[in-house]
C-alpha cells in the first residue's frame, strides 16, 4: 500500500515530556498537511506544507508545536512541553496540489497521562 | 469566518432505508466541496467530491450529494443503506485546506 503512512500510531507519555510524530506522505504529491481530532469533532487543521515550505499555520498551533518537512518529502510534528489538552488524534494527510483530494493516513493518537 | 456545519451527529437506520446528510457551509468564494467516510478503525476515505459542473455528484458505494449554491448546502445521500454503511461521515469545504464539519455518525441496523 503506498498511500499516508503515520508514525506511530499510538504514543502514551507524561505531561510535561516531547513527542515528535512522523508521516510519509504519498510519494509524487506536493502538498502535506497536519490536523487534529478530538472525540466528537471533525479534523481541525494545524499546517501545511507546499514542498519543503510550511505556507501556513492555525493559531491552535502554539510556540509549543514545531513541524518541519526538510526535504519536501517526509514531514515531523513536535510538540514541547505535552499538556494535557494536546491529548488527540493527530492526523496527516497529502495532495498532488491544492485542489486535488486529500489523502489521510491512520494518525497518531496521542494520550496524555 | 470559515465553517461547515453538519445539521446530524447520531443517525440510526434500518438497512435498506433512505439517508440524508445535511452539511452547509459558510465561504464567500467558488468551493471545492467533500464528504469523506470513516468506518471503525480505518482512515478517512473520500466519498465524492464536487468541484464544478453538474451539481450532482456521484461518488463510491451508491452514495450521490447535490451542491445547491443558493443555500450553501452540500447534502449527502443514498437510496438505500446496507449495515457496511455504519460509520463516521464527514462533510469538508477546500479553502486551502480542508475545514471539517463535525461528522455524523451513522449506525445502520440489519
Known amino acids: 500500500d503506498t498511500g499516508v503512512s503515520q508514525d506511530p500510531r499510538h504514543k502514551i507519555t507524561k505531561r510535561g515530556q516531547n513527542v515528535t510524530f512522523r508521516c510519509d506522505p504519498i510519494?509524487?504529491?506536493?502538498?502535506l498537511y497536519w490536523y487534529r481530532q478530538t472525540l466528537g469533532q471533525g479534523p481541525e487543521f494545524l499546517t501545511y506544507?507546499?514542498?519543503?515550505?510550511?505556507?501556513?499555520k492555525s493559531r491552535l498551533l502554539s510556540d509549543r508545536f514545531s513541524a518541519e518537512r526538510p526535504k519536501g518529502s517526509f514531514s515531523t510534528l513536535e510538540i514541547q512541553r505535552t499538556e494535557q489538552g494536546d491529548s488527540a488524534m493527530y492526523l496527516c494527510?497529502?495532495?498532488?496540489?491544492?485542489?486535488?483530494?486529500?489523502?489521510f493516513g491512520d494518525g497518531t493518537r496521542l494520550s496524555i497521562l | 469566518a470559515q465553517s461547515v456545519s453538519q445539521h446530524n451527529h447520531h443517525v440510526i437506520l434500518s438497512e435498506a432505508a433512505s439517508l440524508e446528510l445535511g452539511c452547509n457551509y459558510s465561504?464567500?468564494?467558488?468551493?471545492?466541496l467533500f464528504w469523506y467516510v470513516q468506518y471503525p478503525g480505518q482512515h478517512l476515505q473520500l466519498l465524492l467530491k464536487?468541484?464544478?459542473?453538474?451539481?450532482l455528484v456521484k461518488g463510491i458505494k451508491g452514495f450521490e450529494a447535490e451542491f445547491i449554491k443558493s443555500k450553501f448546502s452540500f447534502n449527502l445521500r443514498k437510496p438505500s443503506v446496507q449495515w457496511s454503511d455504519t460509520a463516521e461521515y464527514f462533510c469538508?469545504?477546500?479553502?486551502?485546506?480542508?475545514?471539517f464539519g463535525a461528522g455524523t455518525r451513522l449506525a445502520v441496523h440489519p
Open positions: 464536487y468541484f464544478s459542473g453538474d451539481p
Open positions: 465561504y464567500g468564494g467558488t468551493v471545492n
Open positions: 494527510a497529502s495532495s498532488l496540489n491544492e485542489d486535488q483530494p486529500q489523502h
Open positions: 469538508a469545504v477546500n479553502v486551502g485546506k480542508l475545514i
Open positions: 506544507f507546499q514542498n519543503e515550505a510550511q505556507l501556513e
Open positions: 510519494s509524487e504529491h506536493n502538498r
